[in-house]
């Protein structure tokens, strides 16, 4: 879920990039319009940096487009054999393999033993 959130705002920041790149492309084929129909470039010049300047329009608005539909589709659920083991790494990680057993214990185990058995000496003497 976390890269889904990760992909979003990347994939947003291109979208954002996509934006400016379609503006900055529709200014320059206007400014070369605007050059023609004043008369200070030539058609033929004019015609062929449009048609350059069109053909990356449509690759940008094509790209623009199917990013904002990944963007817009939620991502697939995980599976459940996915859910499944991830809850099995977790177990594994979180709870002890084995049960605890009486002989295990603090480092001051031995300790204890000891004091036992001198405990139990006096009681016997």
Known sequence: MIAAYALVSASSDDL?????QIASTRGKIREYQL???????PGDACGERIRELNEQLTQACDEHNTLKIQIETP????????????QELIRSVLLPT??????SGPIHAPHC???????????SA
């Not at 050059?35 to 470039?41: H, I, K, N, S, Y």
């Not at 084995?98 to 002989?103: N, S």
């Open 75 to 86: 991502p697939e659920p995980p599976a459940l054999t996915e859910i499944g083991d991830i």
């Open 113 to 123: 033993a000891k004091l036992r058995r001198t405990h139990s000496s006096r009681r």
């Open 35 to 41: 050059a023609f129909e004043d008369g200070t470039m």
């Open 16 to 20: 954002a990039r996509l934006e400016a």
């Open 98 to 103: 084995a049960p605890p057993t009486r002989t």
